[in-house]
């Protein structure tokens, strides 16, 4: 597809800031997707180029996450080696099976994970709850399939999960759920990599935005913490309500 540089340049501007938004909290894709239809790529090559361009935003985030205290490592790599193999399972069924039907049941669990995030409330004195890795597989598992499968709101879902069920603080929430983000990117990408449907072109011009936004959202949460990732997040849930309940609509 042949694509002017100005647009380029807008693309690589609207990744820039869907990077530092989905690097603090998720729902980076709700900026991008509709810049790409917007720039004319059908969606499935849309689909598969916000793959490919936001996977530099969340390989940014996690290398500035692992160099702060908020990274479990020991759940990072189990969790990410199942989100990344589920993705690429996802990907392959949702070429083969509808979406459609899929939306309202996530514009509910949106809903609720944008009241869980803006109840939670990390205490000083919290520290995490050990559970077994075979849960930390699962969920990842589960969560990384829905990346593939659809998409919206993931790394809010894996923020919610681990602040209420690992009770992580929202800061390492958000870290330790960029781990599985990252993977299930990469295990999307490489199906539609694969199939050639990735406009590359404009997938790496967006990549430079998303690794600068990526960096910086990361670095954001390291510095500011528990309330700039509750006010994104609950911020990013909302948007993907309305904009869900826009196309049901």
């Not at 894709?29 to 239809?37: E, I, K, N, Q, V």
């Not at 459609?100 to 996530?106: D, F, H, M, Q, Y």
């Not at 075979?134 to 990842?140: E, F, I, R, Y």
Request: aromatic letters at 6%; one cysteine or more.
């Amino acid at each position: 597809m042949d694509t002017d540089p100005l647009t380029l340049v807008l693309l690589a501007g609207v990744a820039l800031v869907a990077g530092t938004v989905d690097g603090i909290a998720g729902g980076g894709g709700l900026l991008t997707l509709p810049a790409l239809l917007a720039a004319g790529l059908d969606p499935h090559a849309a689909l598969a180029t916000n793959k490919g361009q936001s996977s530099f935003g969340s390989a940014a985030s996690l290398l500035r996450f692992a160099r702060s205290p908020l990274l479990d490592r020991r759940r990072a790599i189990p969790g990410a080696l199942a989100g990344g193999v589920a993705a690429a399972c996802g990907t392959i069924t949702v070429l083969m099976v509808p979406s459609g039907p899929l939306r309202a049941a996530v514009l509910i669990a949106l809903a609720v994970a944008a009241v869980l995030v803006a109840l939670r409330r990390d205490l000083p004195e919290a520290t995490p709850i050990a559970r077994p890795t075979w849960l930390g597989v699962l969920v990842a598992a589960a969560i990384g399939f829905y990346d593939g499968f659809f998409g919206p709101g993931t790394g809010t879902f894996l923020i919610v999960v681990y602040a209420w069920v690992w009770r992580d603080g929202l800061a390492s929430a958000s870290a330790n759920a960029k781990a599985v983000n990252f993977a299930s990117n990469i295990g999307a990408l490489a199906v539609f990599a694969a199939l050639g449907a990735v406009e590359w072109r404009i997938a790496l011009c967006m990549a430079a935005g998303q690794a600068v936004g990526g960096w910086l959202g990361a670095h954001l949460v390291v510095r500011r913490g528990v309330a700039l990732v509750r006010w994104v997040a609950v911020a990013a849930c909302l948007a993907m309500v309305a904009r869900l309940g826009w196309q049901l609509a």
